[in-house]
């Protein structure tokens, strides 16, 4: 079982910034695929962004490309959304998830690909 707990989000003015983290449990962190999604009011969780196990591979929504920046360190067991150049239609619950992977190359987009899920982590972007 892999434990996930967001953290870092919080209310910002559009323009600014905030870095998400998410830190995992278990002994094999670098095996995991890891992505950030995100739920806004009314609508579909929808995908952000997502890193291979090793960290060489990563891949973002086209809504956050050039803004956010997926990263991790694998000695922290921890993951990252670095967010810049935010706007008001970025506000949602964020979330990360991790699936298993047997080499640390894969990288995932559906969320129905993850096996395991944090609580989530409120970002508000004010105009």
């Known amino acids: 079982q892999v434990q996930l707990v967001e953290s870092g989000g919080g209310l910002v003015q559009a323009g600014g910034s905030l870095r998400l983290s998410c830190a995992a449990s278990g002994r094999t962190f670098s095996s995991y695929a890891m992505g950030w999604f995100r739920q806004a009011p009314g609508k579909e969780r929808e995908f952000v962004a997502a890193i291979s196990g090793s960290g060489g591979y990563t891949t973002y929504a086209d809504s956050v490309k050039g803004r956010f920046t997926i990263s991790r360190d694998n000695a922290k067991n921890t993951v990252y959304l670095q967010m810049n150049s935010l706007k008001p239609e970025d506000t949602a619950v964020y979330y990360c998830?991790?699936?298993?992977?047997?080499?640390?190359?894969?990288?995932?987009?559906?969320?129905?690909?993850?096996?395991?899920w944090g609580q989530g982590t409120q970002v508000t972007v004010s105009s």
């Open positions: 998830a991790a699936r298993i992977t047997r080499t640390g190359l894969a990288l995932y987009k559906g969320s129905g690909e993850y096996d395991y």
